[in-house]
């Protein structure tokens, strides 16, 4: 097996926060955007949610993160497109894009949206059950993004500033070559790459034809690049090493691992999802864990998964380990540039 080389390396953060102050949540997690970006972090990525005290509105979030980085790429993973208008979330996207200067990342997913129980009839007019959840929902996105005309053949809009051929606003060149299924069966994979995707795989997935999370995931990322070619495909694997944490903090990580080692080794439900083990512990062990990760070899760019419900402190230690003691070892060196914008000492 060869050995794994970063180009890229990424975190996703959860973006939670107390249910009673969820302005003190955002602002923390704006705050460890600044940090990825000042050790050099590559990318920097948020879940979207509904339901949880977490980030609901990516878009939003993230129009607002443009403001407070300069260079780190900015992503979502992933936006259930089932509740969205292909349209609507096409502008809403192009304006971060726009506003960040070309540094957005859309990572997306079709089917039944998660809740749909619950919000389908908030979100939706009429009976939920019949609408359109499937991948055609996210390739309408895509061709949005694209700016093309809108209308018949010689139609145009007239404003206050004068005329123009509709299409959307602000088109933002280059969104559309950066758009991320999370794939996690072999239909999904062949699905992206097939369509011009970059792929998004994580520390779950489905098992078919076997029990071994590494040999599933394998096989999606062999049928992904045998249709996409030159797509790219970023990993994403919990790690939480502790070189720098107090010993009361890395017995904190302990449990939390040991608390989650229950659903590895077997297929859950009728999907028979299998779970890849979080990797808890020094730098040393870990880094020999991903040494042994065949999935890990095969792709370029990594994303550090950061556990729910942690500490702020928690992921700055987290991201200055990974950054200091594991991803060197893999070929990955800082990208601070002398320029690297000054940030305010009162955080």
């Given at each position: 097996?060869?050995?794994p080389?970063i180009q890229r390396?990424?975190?996703?953060?959860?973006?939670?926060?107390?249910?009673n102050?969820p302005a003190?949540?955002?602002?923390k997690t704006l705050?460890?955007?600044?940090f990825g970006e000042d050790?050099?972090f590559?990318g920097a990525w948020?879940r979207?949610?509904?339901?949880e005290?977490g980030?609901?509105?990516?878009a939003?979030?993230l129009a607002?993160?443009?403001?407070?980085?300069?260079?780190?790429?900015l992503g979502?993973?992933?936006i259930?497109?089932?509740?969205?208008?292909?349209?609507r979330l096409?502008?809403?996207l192009?304006?971060v894009?726009?506003?960040?200067?070309?540094?957005?990342n859309?990572?997306l997913?079709?089917?039944?949206p998660?809740?749909?129980?619950?919000l389908?009839?908030?979100?939706?007019?009429?009976?939920w059950?019949n609408?359109?959840?499937?991948?055609e929902r996210?390739?309408?996105?895509?061709r949005n993004?694209?700016?093309?005309?809108i209308?018949a053949?010689?139609a145009?809009?007239?404003?206050?500033?004068?005329?123009?051929t509709?299409?959307?606003q602000p088109?933002a060149?280059?969104?559309?070559?950066r758009?991320?299924?999370g794939?996690g069966?072999?239909r999904?994979a062949?699905?992206?790459?097939?369509?011009?995707?970059?792929?998004?795989?994580g520390?779950?997935?489905?098992g078919?034809?076997?029990?071994?999370?590494?040999?599933?995931?394998?096989?999606?990322?062999?049928?992904?690049k045998?249709q996409?070619?030159?797509?790219?495909?970023?990993l994403?694997?919990?790690i939480?090493?502790?070189?720098s944490?107090d010993?009361?903090?890395?017995q904190r990580?302990r449990?939390?691992?040991?608390?989650r080692n229950?659903?590895t080794?077997?297929?859950h439900?009728?999907?028979?999802t299998?779970f890849?083990?979080?990797?808890?512990?020094p730098s040393?062990?870990?880094v020999d864990?991903?040494?042994?990760?065949p999935?890990?070899?095969?792709?370029e760019?990594?994303?550090?998964?950061?556990?729910?419900?942690f500490?702020?402190?928690?992921y700055?230690?987290?991201?200055s380990?990974v950054?200091?003691r594991?991803?060197?070892?893999?070929?990955?060196?800082?990208?601070?540039?002398?320029?690297?914008p000054a940030?305010s000492?009162?955080?």
């Open positions: 097996m060869k050995k080389a390396l990424a975190f996703l953060t959860p973006g939670n926060y107390p249910d102050d003190a949540g955002f602002e705050q460890l955007f600044e050790i050099g590559d948020v979207q949610r509904h339901l005290p980030i609901s509105s990516a939003a979030f607002a993160a443009s403001q407070r980085t300069r260079r780190i790429e979502t993973a992933v259930p497109i089932g509740y969205e208008s292909p349209y096409a502008e809403d192009s304006t894009d726009v506003l960040s200067r070309g540094r957005l859309v990572g997913s079709a089917g039944t998660p809740h749909a129980e619950t389908g009839a908030l979100v939706f007019d009429g009976d059950r609408f359109d959840f499937s991948h996210v390739l309408r996105f895509v993004l694209k700016g093309e005309p209308g053949p010689g145009f809009v007239e404003f206050p500033g004068g005329r123009v509709p299409r959307l088109y060149a280059g969104l559309s070559e758009i991320w299924y794939g069966s072999l999904s062949e699905w992206a790459g097939r369509n011009g995707l970059n792929l998004l795989i520390n779950v997935t489905s078919e034809d076997t029990d071994d999370f590494f040999e599933a995931q394998l096989r999606q990322l062999e049928v992904f045998a996409a070619g030159h797509g790219r495909v970023a994403g694997r919990v939480v090493p502790f070189d944490a010993p009361a903090t890395r990580y449990a939390y691992a040991e608390g229950e659903r080794g077997k297929p439900g009728e999907c028979r299998l890849a083990r979080d990797l808890v512990g040393e062990a870990i864990t991903l040494l042994g990760d999935v890990f070899a095969e792709v760019e990594l994303r550090l998964e950061l556990p729910y419900s500490r702020h402190e928690d700055e230690q987290i991201l380990d950054v200091e594991i991803a060197p070892v893999f070929g990955w060196a800082e990208k601070l540039a002398d320029t690297k940030r000492a009162a955080r």
